[in-house]
C-alpha cells in the first residue's frame, strides 16, 4: 500500500524539529572507478566509495506563538536546536524517519540558513547536512538489521 509522506520527522541530536516541511533524496550513489588495462578491449569498471551530497532539509520558521497542534517549545525550538548545534561546530547523530517506522541515521556537521522570502510569504529555513558517515538504512528499530545505502 503506498504511504503518504505525512508524519515524516528529522531528528536533530535526538531531538524531533518541528515544521519539517521537505526533505532530500536519501542514500548515496557509488563512484565508479576505471579497472581498464593493456589486453581489455573495452573499458571496465568497477563500483568505488558511496558518496553522498549535502542533504538540506527544508521547514517553516516558527515563532514561540500559540500554535493549537503542538506546545510552544516545540515551534520556538527547531531553529533555535538547529543554529546551537551549527554553532558548537560539533559532528551529530542524525535521523529521518518514515510514517511506516523505517528510517536513515548518519552522523555529520549541519549549517542553517534562512532562506528567500517574499511580501506575504511564510518564513522557512533550511538546515543542511554534512555527512560524515554511512547513511544508514534500517527497517525496524534495532541496529542489527541495517544497510549502508
Known amino acids: 500500500m503506498e504511504l503518504l509522506s505525512s508524519g515524516t520527522a528529522y531528528f ?32 571496465r569498471y568497477i563500483a568505488g566509495l558511496y ?3 549535502d542533504l538540506t532539509f527544508d521547514f517553516y520558521y516558527n515563532s514561540a506563538e500559540e500554535n493549537p497542534n503542538v506546545t510552544q517549545a516545540q515551534t520556538a525550538a527547531a531553529f533555535a536546536a538547529a543554529r546551537a548545534v551549527e554553532l558548537s561546530g560539533a559532528s551529530v547523530s542524525q535521523k529521518v524517519q518514515f510514517p511506516d517506522g523505517t528510517y536513515f541515521t548518519w552522523s555529520g556537521q549541519i549549517a542553517t540558513k534562512i532562506k528567500r522570502m517574499e511580501a506575504d510569504g511564510v518564513m522557512e529555513f533550511s538546515i543542511i547536512s554534512i555527512p560524515n ?3 544508514v538504512y534500517s527497517t525496524d528499530n534495532s541496529s542489527n538489521n541495517s544497510s549502508s545505502q
Request: net charge neutral.
Open 12 to 43: 536533530l541530536n535526538g531531538q524531533n524539529l518541528y515544521g519539517l516541511k521537505s526533505t532530500p533524496e536519501l542514500g548515496g550513489t557509488r563512484e565508479k572507478r576505471e579497472v581498464t588495462n593493456l589486453l581489455d578491449t573495452a573499458h
Open 133 to 135: 558517515t554511512a547513511l
Open 51 to 53: 558518496k553522498y551530497d
